[in-house]
């Protein structure tokens, strides 16, 4: 039996989340109706995340509202998938980031723990990149 690296652990509690998220959302959404592409380039440490996940939340606090996105790293570019864009408006982002390698027991491919930051994206399609602070 092979331990469970932190990178796996976040990414179940990232999809249990989002799953709330989506299901509190409900058939009668509220949010946006119109999705637009975000993409743009994840590094850490001066160098490009190998693979990894950006999560787009709706800032609920400062008002926003529709539905999660979620957004694939790999070689240090993400882009949400077609048709399933955000919505624009405030947002909490959540970066998730390993270096590319299979976990084993005595190697976690976490290259950080999950980063949060809070941004506001237009309501249209734009390029947003993140840089992962080193120490947070």
Known sequence: MRAVSSFERSGAA??????????????GRTGPTDLFEVKGRATFAGRPIPAGRIVFEPDRDRGAGGMVSIADILDGTYRTRPGRGFGGGPCKVTAYGSDGTMPTEEHDTALFAPWTTTIDLPRADCTHDFTVPETH
């Open 14 to 27: 990232l999809v249990a989340v989002a799953a709330l998220v989506v299901s509190a959302a409900g058939c």
